[in-house]
């Protein structure tokens, strides 16, 4: 069962933008860093923003991501096909004990 | 750059214990890192069911941890898992990753190995 809760899919067309909510609660995205990870199929995980809105190295600028309280999102702005995989939120949470991953979006490109 | 890369077998019978080894290249185990396991289970999500630093020190995900053991090779710049008892519920592809000792993020991961338990 997942500390973390996220919508399992969305879509969007090229060029616009999409959001992706995470809501968690007080004992991980309340008290800690959220972090994004991009699965495309048949792939390992990739980090895509760190610590609520960092974007690592070479993680285009059209990825941006925010926390509020004990929700968190990610935005994708200037949708390309390329975006279509699975989009997981992270945290730690301090009640379990452990890193909990939100379900996952599956981000289709109509 | 730092690379990980499972190993392991592909099968692993009902009541078996399922092992892993995580090789890491291009750095040193030492570093300040936590090693990570993470699983996903076929057409299902991540579950992070522990890490290990390098001085011994870990975490195991709570409805694991009865049945999880985590080590470390320095010699051998690797880690590993063993996951006790295993069911049909534990075939999943399980990865590997690194997750920096000032941050709460896993930023490389490996490929990833998949293992299926059945008879």
């Known amino acids: 069962q997942s500390g973390v809760t996220q919508p399992p899919s969305a879509s969007g067309t090229p060029g616009q933008t999409v959001t992706i909510s995470c809501s968690g609660s007080?004992?991980?995205?309340?008290?800690?860093?959220v972090n994004w990870y991009q699965q495309v199929p048949g792939t390992a995980p990739k980090l895509l923003i760190y610590t609520n809105n960092q974007r690592p190295s070479g993680v285009p600028d059209r990825f941006s991501g925010s926390k509020s309280g004990t929700a968190a999102s990610l935005a994708i702005s200037g949708l390309q096909s390329a975006d279509e995989a699975d989009y997981y939120c992270a945290a730690w949470d301090d009640s379990l004990n452990a890193f909990v991953f939100g379900g996952g979006t599956k981000l289709t490109v109509l | 750059q730092v690379h990980l890369q499972e190993s392991g077998p592909g099968l692993v019978k009902p009541s078996g214990t399922l092992s892993l080894t995580c090789a890491v290249s291009?750095?040193?185990?030492?570093?300040?890192?936590?090693w990570t396991w993470v699983r996903q289970s076929p057409g299902k999500g991540l579950e992070w069911i522990g890490e290990?630093?390098?001085?011994?020190?870990?975490g195991y995900s709570p409805s694991l941890k009865s049945r999880v053991t985590m080590s470390v090779d320095r010699s051998m710049n690797q880690f590993s898992l063993k996951l006790s008892s295993v069911t049909a519920a534990d075939t999943a592809m399980y990865y590997c990753?690194?997750?920096?000792?000032?941050?709460?993020?896993?930023?490389?991961w490996g490929q990833g190995t998949m293992v299926a338990v059945s008879s």
């Open positions: 007080s004992s991980n995205i309340g008290s800690n860093t």
């Open positions: 291009g750095g040193s185990i030492s570093s300040r890192s936590w």
């Open positions: 290990i630093y390098h001085s011994g020190r870990i």
């Open positions: 990753a690194r997750r920096h000792d000032n941050g709460e993020y896993f930023d490389i």
